[in-house]
C-alpha cells in the first residue's frame, strides 16, 4: 500500500466547513483513496472513496487531485458529533488485502 | 443486517492462557482482517485472508495466528498472549479485498478489549 501523510489535529468551528487533507504521493494508477472515522474507540466507519473524479455523497466530499497525489476531505457543515480520527489510506491491487492505516488526524469541532 | 461480529467485546487474562477472538461476517465477503489499535495509535494489521484457506501476514503477526476454515468466520488466536498484547483489536471485511482493483470497502466490528496481566 502506498503510505500516506495526514496532520495530526485540526479543529473547526461548529457549523463550519472542515477540510482534511492527505498526502499519499506514491498511489499506484489501481489504487482508491478511502476515507474513514473512529469516534472514541469504536469500529472505524467508512465515510467515501475515489480514484480520480472528484466524489461527493451524504456524508461527504472528496477532492482528488489531478497528479492524485493527495486528496482532501470535506466535510461542508461540521457538527460537535463530527469530532473523530480521520483516516486516509490507499487500497488497491498492487498490494490487495495489505491495509496500512497511519495515525490519521484528530478533527475537534468546537462550539 | 449486514454486519460484522466480534466476540467477547471485553477479555481480560492471564499471561500465557491460550484464547480465542472470534469474528464472524454476514456479507459473504472473501476477504477478512484483524488489526490492533494501541493508546494514540492507528490501526496496524496483524493478519488477513483473501479467501477460505488463504491467509498471509501483516505488518505486526508475531504471537497471533489465524485460520479460515469457512467464508464467514476468521478467528484470532493467542496460543501464549503477553501483556504487549494488551491491546483494542479489530476484525474487517471486505469484498475482494481490492484484488480485482475495483472499490473495496471496509466493514469493521466493534472491538475488543483485550488486557493480559
Redesign the interface.
Known amino acids: 500500500d502506498a503510505k500516506t501523510t495526514q496532520p495530526t489535529s485540526m479543529d473547526c468551528a461548529e457549523g463550519r466547513a472542515a477540510n482534511l487533507p492527505c498526502n499519499h504521493s506514491t498511489i499506484s494508477g489501481?489504487?482508491?483513496v478511502?476515507w474513514?472515522r473512529q469516534i472514541h474507540?469504536?469500529?472505524?466507519?467508512?465515510i467515501i472513496?475515489g480514484?480520480k473524479n472528484n466524489e461527493t455523497n451524504e456524508m461527504a466530499s472528496l477532492i482528488i487531485t489531478e497528479d492524485r497525489k493527495s486528496s482532501t476531505l470535506i466535510l461542508p457543515h461540521a457538527t460537535l458529533r463530527d469530532t473523530a480520527?480521520y483516516?486516509c489510506i490507499v487500497?488497491?491491487?498492487t498490494?490487495?488485502?495489505?491495509?496500512?492505516?497511519?495515525?490519521?488526524t484528530t478533527l475537534t469541532v468546537k462550539p | 443486517e449486514a454486519q460484522v461480529t466480534q466476540n467477547p467485546r471485553y477479555l481480560i487474562t492471564v499471561t500465557g492462557k491460550k484464547l480465542t477472538v472470534t469474528c464472524s461476517q454476514n456479507m459473504n465477503h472473501e476477504y477478512m482482517s484483524w488489526y490492533r489499535q494501541d493508546p494514540g495509535l492507528g490501526l496496524r494489521q496483524i493478519y488477513y485472508s483473501m479467501n477460505v484457506e488463504v491467509t498471509d501476514k501483516g505488518d505486526v503477526p508475531e504471537g497471533y495466528k489465524v485460520s479460515r476454515k469457512e467464508k464467514r468466520n476468521f478467528p484470532l488466536i493467542l496460543e501464549s498472549p503477553s501483556p504487549n498484547q494488551t491491546s483494542l483489536y479489530f476484525c474487517a471485511s471486505s469484498l475482494f479485498g481490492g484484488r480485482v482493483g475495483d472499490e473495496d470497502i471496509q466493514y469493521f466490528g466493534a472491538g475488543t478489549r483485550l488486557s493480559v496481566l
Not at chain 1, 474507540?41 to 467508512?46: A, E, L, N, T
Open positions: 489501481n489504487e482508491y478511502y474513514y474507540s469504536q469500529g472505524p466507519q467508512y472513496h480514484l480520527v483516516y487500497r488497491g491491487r498490494n490487495a488485502g495489505k491495509s496500512t492505516f497511519g495515525d490519521g
